[in-house]
């Protein structure tokens, strides 16, 4: 029986007369990268944002790592392991890529210079000092060291989505919910955020949900895919069955011939 890090069972979300998602339900395998696609106003982000805690569904249950998450707030989920980025930029501008990395961080602390009182001399110290070779690690990792401590909001839109991806590995994930993490890069850019996300799933061992437009990179890399349509799961399983299947190739991705060639 396969190991499932995620299980959503029949959930329903409505915003006012607006059926975003209607009784979804699918599993992730644990140490999957499990990609959500299907068209504008599928109900994508909905879905991730139900799983995150942001939303919360009139109707199902979610269980993350063993856990029953439904009613739990997005913090709660965050400590269970669950890391998350966002589809606008979510970091704080004019703050080092350091710092914006160990604010990622600071949930998993328990003392910091406010609640250590002699801080210098206390294990504050030393567990910050701990963090801070965890982080280093995260830096290297995503190979954005030369840009440590640089502000953020100076760097370019691919540099700013990949301290984005570090802040929500500091938080130790054992999953984490990307939204659209190639939106709006160049190709060379999507090949590497493509890469760390493979090595992220492969080394870390994280567990990937995400949302991509990309088909390229979705076949690339998934291991599942799940179409989402109306608000209603279509299919969801191996990425070249689903590529497959008529209804998903003609009524609702809208691809032509060639661009679904060239995805294969
Ligand atoms: N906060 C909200 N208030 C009202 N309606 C919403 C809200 N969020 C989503 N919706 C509606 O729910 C439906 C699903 O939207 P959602 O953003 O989840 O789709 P999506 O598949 O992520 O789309 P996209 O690919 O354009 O990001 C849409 O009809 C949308 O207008």
């Given at each position: 029986m396969t190991d499932s890090i995620l299980k959503v069972?029949?959930?329903s979300l409505a915003f006012g007369g607006v059926k975003a998602l209607t009784d979804v339900s699918f599993e992730v395998p644990r140490g999957a990268v499990f990609s959500i696609i299907g068209p504008n106003g599928a109900g994508k982000t909905s879905m991730l944002n139900c799983i995150?805690?942001?939303y919360r569904p009139q109707a199902g249950a979610i269980h993350f790592d063993g856990h029953d998450v439904t009613r739990l707030r997005p913090n709660d989920r965050a400590d269970l392991g669950m890391g998350r980025t966002f589809q606008n930029l979510a970091l704080f501008g004019h703050m080092s890529v350091l710092d914006n990395i160990m604010v990622g961080r600071h949930h998993l602390m328990k003392n910091n210079w406010l609640t250590g009182p002699l801080y210098w001399?206390?294990?504050a110290q030393k567990e910050e000092l701990a963090h801070r070779r965890e982080v280093e690690e995260i830096i290297d990792f995503l190979e954005i060291s030369h840009v440590r401590k640089a502000v953020a909001g100076n760097l370019s839109y691919g540099l700013r989505k990949r301290v984005e991806l570090a802040r929500a590995m500091a938080l130790k994930p054992k999953m984490i919910l990307l939204d659209e993490p190639m939106a709006?890069?160049?190709l060379e850019e999507k090949e590497d955020m493509a890469r760390y996300i493979l090595d992220l799933n492969e080394e870390f061992g994280i567990t990937?949900?995400?949302?991509?437009?990309?088909?390229?990179v979705v076949m690339d890399i998934s291991h599942e895919v799940m179409v989402l349509d109306f608000g209603k799961k279509l299919i969801s399983g191996d990425p070249d069955v689903v590529m497959a299947d008529e209804h998903v190739k003609r009524a609702y991705l809208g691809l032509e011939d060639e661009q679904l060639q060239e995805a294969g």
């Amino acid at each position: 029986m396969t190991d499932s890090i995620l299980k959503v069972e029949h959930v329903s979300l409505a915003f006012g007369g607006v059926k975003a998602l209607t009784d979804v339900s699918f599993e992730v395998p644990r140490g999957a990268v499990f990609s959500i696609i299907g068209p504008n106003g599928a109900g994508k982000t909905s879905m991730l944002n139900c799983i995150s805690g942001r939303y919360r569904p009139q109707a199902g249950a979610i269980h993350f790592d063993g856990h029953d998450v439904t009613r739990l707030r997005p913090n709660d989920r965050a400590d269970l392991g669950m890391g998350r980025t966002f589809q606008n930029l979510a970091l704080f501008g004019h703050m080092s890529v350091l710092d914006n990395i160990m604010v990622g961080r600071h949930h998993l602390m328990k003392n910091n210079w406010l609640t250590g009182p002699l801080y210098w001399f206390s294990p504050a110290q030393k567990e910050e000092l701990a963090h801070r070779r965890e982080v280093e690690e995260i830096i290297d990792f995503l190979e954005i060291s030369h840009v440590r401590k640089a502000v953020a909001g100076n760097l370019s839109y691919g540099l700013r989505k990949r301290v984005e991806l570090a802040r929500a590995m500091a938080l130790k994930p054992k999953m984490i919910l990307l939204d659209e993490p190639m939106a709006g890069m160049n190709l060379e850019e999507k090949e590497d955020m493509a890469r760390y996300i493979l090595d992220l799933n492969e080394e870390f061992g994280i567990t990937v949900v995400m949302i991509e437009h990309d088909m390229g990179v979705v076949m690339d890399i998934s291991h599942e895919v799940m179409v989402l349509d109306f608000g209603k799961k279509l299919i969801s399983g191996d990425p070249d069955v689903v590529m497959a299947d008529e209804h998903v190739k003609r009524a609702y991705l809208g691809l032509e011939d060639e661009q679904l060639q060239e995805a294969g």
